[in-house]
């Protein structure tokens, strides 16, 4: 896929306004509404100055996929007001760092890590967005618990006051098989649908983290609700995908 940099405001708007247009066309295929489908553009390994580029482009709130580095783009940021979102695995001893500042965390995918949010939040007296991450490709390599530990998750997030979960999250598999990947989208949606039969309580509103540059479009044909797109935005990252999540090349979860 190729990807057009941007650094000015100008070059960002225009990156994000392509990927607005996408939305809509894919929205309009499936005859849904635009304005129900959420952009979330990611910056990591995005620089701070073009951030701030992006966020004069109208971007409100931002993801990251590392503690660390949101946690400097946080402080940095600050007079901007831009709101953060965690979308990858997430340790437990980095649960203090999440609580302090982030809005939302995509990738909840233990109930030790909901255990050491939930306390560090109710002692900094806030709350989080969170979605629950499910492994939909089977692959041994991805974060995520397996579909059929949901019911058991969601049960067992009850009880924390501090965690407002919003629903669920994926990460299709890696592979230029679009039928394989609209899979990985149909198994969380059904997962979603199976789960709000069971008990609508438990899944809040219910909602879809799924799609980025690569199948944002059948995502949201599939009933994504939230789409997080970095590099159809900033441009192609320098780093590879397997310094985010485990790959069949480079694995081991930690
Ligand atoms: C980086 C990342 C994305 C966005 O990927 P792009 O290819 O830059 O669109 C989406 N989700 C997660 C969890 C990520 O780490």
């Known amino acids: 896929m190729e990807f057009t940099t941007a650094h000015t405001v100008e070059e960002l708007k225009k990156n994000v306004d392509e990927v607005k247009r996408r939305i809509a066309a894919a929205a309009a295929r499936a005859g849904r509404d635009p304005k129900e489908i959420r952009l979330l553009p990611v910056s990591k390994t995005v620089s ?3 951030i701030r580029g992006a966020i004069a482009a109208g ?12 946690k400097r783009k946080h402080a940095a940021l600050i007079d901007t007001g831009v709101e953060w979102s965690i979308i990858g695995h997430l340790q437990r001893n980095k649960a203090k760092d999440v609580a302090a500042f982030a809005r939302e965390f995509h990738a909840l995918d233990s109930l030790r890590v909901a255990e050491a949010l939930d306390r560090r939040l109710q002692s900094a007296g806030r709350s989080l967005e969170v979605y629950v991450q499910v492994n939909t490709s089977g692959e041994e390599s991805k974060y995520g618990i397996e579909p059929d530990e949901l019911p058991g998750l969601l049960t067992a997030l009850r009880p924390f006051d501090a965690l407002n979960v919003r629903g669920l999250m994926t990460l299709a ?4 098989d679009e039928e394989a990947v609209r899979r990985c989208f149909q198994l969380l949606r059904r997962l979603r649908d199976d789960a709000r039969d069971r008990d609508p309580d438990l899944i809040g509103l219910g909602e879809l983290s799924m799609g980025m ?8 044909e599939e009933g994504a609700d939230v789409v997080r797109v970095g590099q159809s935005i900033f441009g192609a990252r320098p780093t590879p995908d397997s310094d ?7 694995s081991g979860h930690s």
């Open 48 to 50: 701070e100055d073009r």
């Open 59 to 70: 971007c409100t709130r931002l993801g990251e996929n590392k503690v660390q580095e949101a």
């Open 173 to 176: 598999i890696f592979t230029t």
């Open 213 to 220: 540059s690569g199948d944002f479009e059948i995502a949201i």
């Open 244 to 250: 985010y999540w485990p790959t069949p090349q480079a």
